[in-house]
Antibody, heavy 121, light 108 residues
Framework: QVQLQESGPGLVRPSQTLSLTCTVS??????????WNWIRQSPGKGLEWIGY???????DYNPSLKSRLTVSVDTSKRQFSLQLTSVTAADTAVYFCARSTVITPRYFDIWGRGTLVTVTS | SYELTQPPSVSTAPGQTARITCGGNNLGSKGVQWYQQRPGQAPFVVMR???DRPAGIPDRFSGSNSGNTATLTISRVEAGDEADYFC???????????FGGGTKLTVL
């Protein structure tokens, strides 16, 4: 079955760049029926959508993060990545990668287990 | 921007019925999804397109959506249903995914 796995540093210094990668196994990342998303959850809080990338490289971002955010895809490696610049303590969260449908209403059918990223000096 | 409102908590005794609501403007015109999240785990979808249960979700779970309110109903509640539940919408009128704030279901 399809599985997603996040990887990346668990600690990031303030003002630095947070970089995470999600590896897709069990299926192609190049299907035209899915978006590949990043979602985060601050400790004890709700879910916040960060952005998505389509296999062709098209992206869409949460407006509140857009100025600091890049999401990209590497189809040859079956990976997609997140880069968030100029991080602060407010960016401390569990970061999930998730697959969503393209056809509306869109929903997240497969999730990674999540990875905790702490912004601290 | 579009907003979804959920009660912070719902409590139900085992064997009883739990109803978790999600409110939003003209929500009945949109497809609503529900996710269950247990502590330390990733969310997973328990209801999609208002009332469609994905494979593997017990038929004790049902959903409805009309007017400004969507409801996730869990019948014959079990201890294992204790979790956080989030509603979510994402269609062309709501350009980006929106999640409700989540409801903690406590099984008494």
């Amino acid at each position: 079955q399809v599985q997603l796995q996040e990887s990346g540093p668990g600690l990031v210094r303030p003002s630095q760049t947070l970089s995470l990668t999600c590896t897709v196994s069990g299926d192609s990342i190049s299907r035209n029926t899915f978006y590949w998303n990043w979602i985060r959850q601050s400790p004890g809080k709700g879910l916040e959508w960060i952005g998505y990338v389509y296999y062709r490289g098209t992206t869409d971002y949460n407006p509140s993060l857009k100025s600091r955010l890049t999401v990209s895809v590497d189809t040859s490696k079956r990976q997609f990545s997140l880069q968030l610049t100029s991080v602060t303590a407010a960016d401390t969260a569990v970061y999930f990668c998730a697959r969503s449908t393209v056809i509306t209403p869109r929903y997240f059918d497969i999730w990674g287990r999540g990875t905790l990223v702490t912004v601290t000096s | 921007s579009y907003e979804l409102t959920q009660p912070p908590s719902v409590s139900t005794a085992p064997g009883q019925t739990a109803r978790i609501t999600c409110g939003g403007n003209n929500l009945g015109s949109k497809g609503v999804q529900w996710y269950q999240q247990r502590p330390g785990q990733a969310p997973f979808v328990v209801m999609r397109y208002d009332s469609d249960r994905p494979a593997g979700i017990p038929d004790r779970f049902s959903g409805s959506n009309s007017g400004n309110t969507a409801t996730l109903t869990i019948s014959r509640v079990e201890a294992g249903d204790e979790a956080d539940y989030f509603c979510q919408v994402w269609d062309n009128s709501v350009g980006h995914p929106v999640f409700g704030g989540g409801t903690k279901l406590t099984v008494l």
